[in-house]
């Protein structure tokens, strides 16, 4: 045999080609596929009540005690086989996005991020141009799940941030109750070349049949992308009926608009997090292989810009 060397070692362990060993490796590593990237879109990083640089907004709902880092989360990222995630700025913060600015340094390019912003609040919709130009923001996000804490519906301020965003490039992610749907759809209708992230599945469980079924049905848009989030503890209640609301998902939005939302906050363990990510991948066996990459990282790192692995 001219040319080529035997080797003492199994060919898994070692390669032996004459003269050109590291060349060819070298050649060998070039030419493996890159493999779909995990995305996780729905992160939530704390710094803590005793932490004085980033404080809590007056205004939020809540005011988690511990701290919940950015380094923490990318250590579990590397723990449960996540590659890039986006953090969505949470609600202690309000528009205060100095602490997100911090995670994102910290991410070094793995994770983006979300603008909190309300529509009618001075000053909440005037810094989104700056924050969309100097940090990797990929949504402006919108909540109306309290009655407290609802945009001006039929009002120009809504429209205004709406186009804002699309302008700069960022979709609009809305957390809401589907009461509340018919107020957004005709911003849904009007700027179709700016893509909607639903979050949480549309908050399906509690919610009144016509209600969700106009959520679902947003799946008619194409710029409408649903976010499987928030999914019910696997010994709640409503646990029971998320094979069912996962299958009528994927058969109107398809799936190349799911993405995947992990669990990640304050209450999150390595553990936690991993067995999040497990379970989605395992009710999503009904799809193939090829579909669940998708959802799991696939749509996301086209959407948002993540690089493959």
């Known amino acids: 045999m001219t040319g080529v060397q035997t080797c003492a070692l199994p060919i898994w362990e070692f390669l032996c080609v004459a003269g050109t060993g590291s060349a060819a490796?070298?050649?060998?590593?070039a030419a493996e596929p890159k493999r779909t990237p995990v995305v996780d879109t729905h992160t939530h990083c704390f710094a803590g009540k005793a932490d004085a640089r980033f404080p809590y907004h007056p205004r939020g709902t809540?005011?988690?005690e511990l701290p919940t880092t950015p380094e923490f989360l990318l250590k579990l990222m590397?723990?449960?086989?996540?590659?890039?995630?986006?953090?969505?700025?949470p609600e202690p913060y309000q528009d205060d996005h100095r602490y997100l600015e911090y995670c994102l340094a910290v991410?070094?390019?793995r994770l983006k991020g979300t603008l909190l912003v309300f529509a009618d609040?001075?000053?909440s919709v005037e810094q989104l141009p700056d924050l969309a130009k100097r940090l990797p923001v990929v949504t402006a996000r919108i909540h109306a799940y309290l009655p407290d804490r609802l945009p001006p519906f039929g009002k120009p301020e809504l429209r205004r941030l709406w186009q804002l965003a699309g302008d700069h490039g960022l979709a609009i992610q809305l957390h809401f109750?589907?009461?509340?749907a018919a107020g957004f759809e005709p911003h849904i209708r009007e700027f179709k070349q700016t893509r909607v992230i639903v979050d949480h599945l549309g908050r399906p469980f509690g919610a009144k049949a016509e209600d969700y079924g106009r959520v679902v049905r947003w799946a008619d848009f194409p710029n409408v992308v649903m976010k499987l989030s928030s999914l019910p503890v696997a010994d709640a209640p409503e646990a029971a009926e998320l094979p069912r609301v996962l299958r009528r998902l994927a058969d109107a939005f398809g799936v190349d608009r799911l993405i995947y939302g992990g669990g990640f906050d304050e209450k999150a363990t390595a553990e936690s997090y991993r067995r999040e990510r497990e379970r989605l991948a395992s009710l999503l066996n009904f799809l193939a292989p090829e579909a669940r990459a998708k959802v799991l990282g696939g749509n996301a790192a086209k959407f948002f810009g993540f690089a493959s692995v």
């Open 78 to 89: 590397d723990g449960a086989g996540v590659d890039h995630a986006v953090v969505v700025h």
């Open 177 to 180: 109750v589907p009461e509340h």
């Open 25 to 29: 490796l070298a050649t060998l590593s």
């Open 62 to 64: 809540y005011q988690p």
């Open 107 to 109: 991410g070094q390019g």
């Open 121 to 123: 609040r001075p000053g």
